[in-house]
């Protein structure tokens, strides 16, 4: 188990990606404390999966800093992924093997032993209604199903981190509603979550700060109600992020717009 160096389980200061000339996060600074499910929102294009990226260590940044449990995923690659479940917006797995395989394989990358990771694997395929499919390969198993084996391999090892990029997309309700009460659970245990999405209803529900990105900077943070005084909105996450991120004009525009176009279509 990773010892814990400092109380927050994520740290970005001044966290900056380059890509050649484009500036893909900008000076970006936010904690995730223990006990928290911190939404990192955008609209697309905005840097969220390229600062998920970089917590993880699958992207080393171009400037500041980032650290997981204390600890800075370049320097300690090793110890920040066994202390975080990854899934991730674009699926990473081995399609060749079936989901049984894959577990297998998790588990033994993960050093779990053999019986630890065989009762939960069991539990989780349980939970997940996955048994049907243990044994098809996975390239021939659909979005959904695809999407709980990623749902499960960041579950496996119990890690105290779960970074969730678009974690429900494909879930059928049953599956969607159990990972939301999984993460609420999860909370329970003094654990944290990164939690990414561009369902802002779900955010809304489940969140307890958001931190709203635009062209690679922090806009605006804090709990929803803290985020309404901030931007002078009113209403739902939907309204707060749009002004937040200056898209409300143009939103009302191109609705605007829309109703002239069809009211001279039925004339």
């Known amino acids: 188990m990773l010892q814990v160096i400092n109380g927050n389980a994520i740290v970005a200061e001044g966290l900056v990606r380059n890509f050649g000339s484009k500036v893909a996060v900008d000076r970006l600074s936010f904690t995730v404390r223990r006990g928290e499910i911190y939404g990192l929102l955008g609209p697309n294009g905005a840097g969220k999966t390229t600062t998920v990226r970089m917590v993880c260590g699958l992207l080393p940044p171009t400037d500041g800093s980032v650290t ?91 890690p105290p981190l779960l970074v969730l990029d678009e974690p429900l997309i494909g879930l059928d309700a049953r599956s969607a509603r159990v990972l939301k009460e999984f993460m609420k659970i999860h909370l329970e245990g003094n654990g944290a979550i990164l939690f990414s999405s561009h369902i802002l209803e779900i955010a809304e529900s489940l969140c307890t700060r958001i931190g709203i990105i635009d062209n690679g900077r922090l806009v605006a943070e804090g709990t929803v109600d803290e985020l309404r005084d901030l931007v002078k909105a009113h209403g739902t996450l939907e309204e707060v992020f749009l002004k937040a991120v200056q898209q409300d004009v143009e939103v009302a525009q191109a609705v605007q717009a829309l109703r002239h176009a069809l009211s001279e279509e039925r004339k």
Not at 79 to 101: A, C, D, F, I, Q
Not at 115 to 126: G, H, M
């Open 68 to 158: 997981v449990f204390g600890l800075d995923p370049t320097i300690f690659p090793i110890e920040v992924k066994n202390s975080l479940g990854l899934v991730p917006e674009e699926k990473m797995l081995y399609e060749s093997l079936t989901p049984r395989e894959f577990f297998d394989f998790i588990a033994s990358m993960r050093n779990l032993p053999s019986n630890v990771a065989t009762k939960r694997v069991d539990s989780l395929v349980k939970v997940f209604e996955m048994r049907e499919y243990y044994d098809t390969v996975i390239a021939a198993l659909s979005l959904g199903t695809k999407q709980k084996v990623a749902v499960i391999n960041a579950l496996l090892h119990e």
